[in-house]
């Protein structure tokens, strides 16, 4: 899944991936790829950058990873334990680990690391903002966390990706508290192959945080979105 085209001025691209956590995105200058499993090497050609949030199958395929780096050079930015994995693989330039606190750059993409509550063995989350300050938060499969709703307070998000499913404890309730603490302007329900639990995830922000807008991705598909104003 390549995206061709260059976003407007104050906007990204993305792609759902895959079922799980699998993001393409896309800034006027950098083409980004977080937890890509599931996908063709020549699908992903033109990756400046891979973010891995954690070690578990569905979120990092070394062996793919590793074939996409040789194939475009880009960075890999990995928590600790897929950091480990990659290690071998991976030339020392080019794979860099992430710590929960760390401020990363991909030229002029800014990307923080953040915790993440999953049953792994380091998870994190990323939000990326783009360079002229498009706010996404990835939170891989995380679980609600009580420092979320100050995130969402000092970032004002523009997009939080929201586990819905496929994994211990998620739900479409469990993915909307995620939303209603963030509060961004437009929430994803993605990990998941179920499109009623995204359908009931929709349904409670519209009950419930009726200012947050809801997209439900089709996989494959580019989106354009767009910095509140
Ligand atoms: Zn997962």
């Known amino acids: 899944m390549s995206i061709q085209k260059v976003p407007e001025k104050n906007s990204v691209f993305f792609v759902w991936l895959n079922q799980y956590a699998g993001i393409l995105l896309k800034t006027p200058s950098k083409t ?20 891995i949030t954690h070690e578990h199958y569905d979120h990092l395929d070394p062996r793919l990873i590793t074939e996409i780096q040789k194939a475009t050079d880009c960075i890999v930015i990995a ?3 897929s950091t480990k994995k990659l290690q071998y693989t991976i030339p020392v330039d080019k794979l860099q680990e992430a710590k929960p606190g760390d401020e990363l750059k991909i030229g002029a993409v800014k990307v923080n ?9 380091a998870p994190v989350t990323y939000i990326v903002t783009s360079e002229d300050d498009v706010k996404v938060y990835h939170t891989a499969d995380s679980l609600p966390f009580p420092e979320l709703a100050l995130m969402g307070q ?5 997009m939080v990706f929201c586990t819905v499913g496929i994994s211990p404890g998620a739900s479409a309730q469990k993915g909307f508290e995620i939303a209603w603490l963030t509060k961004p302007q437009l929430a994803v329900p993605y990990h998941t192959a179920s499109i009623s639990s995204q359908a009931e995830f929709a349904e409670l922000l519209k009950k419930e945080l ?14 354009q979105v767009s910095k509140r104003k």
Not at 33 to 38: E, G, H, K, L, T
Not at 113 to 121: I, M, Q, R, S, T
Not at 210 to 223: D, F, G, H, M, V
Request: charged share 30%.
């Open 113 to 121: 690391v953040e915790k993440c509550n999953h049953a792994a063995k």
């Open 154 to 158: 000092n970032e004002k998000f523009d």
């Open 210 to 223: 009726s200012r947050t807008a809801c997209l439900i991705p089709e996989q494959n598909k580019i989106y």
């Open 79 to 81: 928590d600790s334990a």
């Open 32 to 51: 980004i790829a977080i937890d890509p499993v599931d996908v063709k090497v020549k699908s992903l050609q033109n990756v400046d950058a891979i973010l």
